[in-house]
Structure formats: C-alpha cells, structure tokens
Nanobody
C-alpha cells in the first residue's frame, strides 16, 4: 500500500514562513512528477507547484518568487518552502505523486490527506 503523508502545516502571521514535507512510502519502483496543490474554502483545488524527477519546476503565478518546491529522491520526499506568506495563501495543501510500482508498470496518481496552512493578517 502506497501512502503520502504531509507535515509542516500550521498557523503563521503574514510575512512568515512554513516548510511542508511529504513522504511517499510503500512499494514503489519510481516516482515521477510530484507536486503541491491547495484548496481554500469554497474554492476549487488549484496547482501550487510541481517538480519532475529531473528537478524541473513549475509554479502558479500567485506563488512565484515566494514558494520553492524541491525533492529528495533518496528519501521519496517532496518539500514546499513557503516564504512571505499572505492571508490568501490560507488553504489545505495536498501533496501529489505520480509513480510506478514496476519498471514497465502503470503510472499511478496518489494524493496525501492534506495539511492546513492558515496565515493571519
């Protein structure tokens, strides 16, 4: 059974920083793209940042220059460093991973359970 477990969320004042982590555990051969998404109350889930296995990154315009996504392939972990946080960054943040269980196997797409980030003004 593959699991994605996020940590690092919490309450922070505007202008502050948080670092989210997501560990992928279980029977995995290769993890391809990983990413972070968020969902604010009464809004749709939206992309925050993604990173390929080779380290190429992509960011939502709203977080460019403030957030940094990175990964440690040896630890099957993806991080999201969030700086200069704003109240509008308040949301539940979800980790996402595309992976294969064998070399020529299917590509799976799993989600974590989410971690709450609240930024006070």
């Amino acid at each position: 059974q593959v699991q994605l477990v996020e940590s690092g969320g919490g309450l922070v004042q505007a202008g502050g920083s948080l670092r989210l982590s997501c560990v992928v555990s279980g029977s995995i051969f290769r993890i391809n793209a990983m990413g972070w998404y968020r969902q604010a109350p009464e809004k749709q889930r939206e992309l925050v940042a993604t990173i390929t296995s080779g380290g190429s990154t992509n960011y939502a315009d709203s977080v460019k220059g403030r957030f940094t996504i990175s990964r440690d392939n040896a630890k099957n972990t993806v991080y999201l460093q969030m700086d200069s946080l704003k109240p509008e960054d308040t949301a539940v943040y979800y980790c996402n991973a595309h992976f294969q269980r064998s070399e020529y196997g299917l590509m799976y797409n799993y989600w974590g359970q989410g971690t709450q980030v609240t930024v006070s003004s």
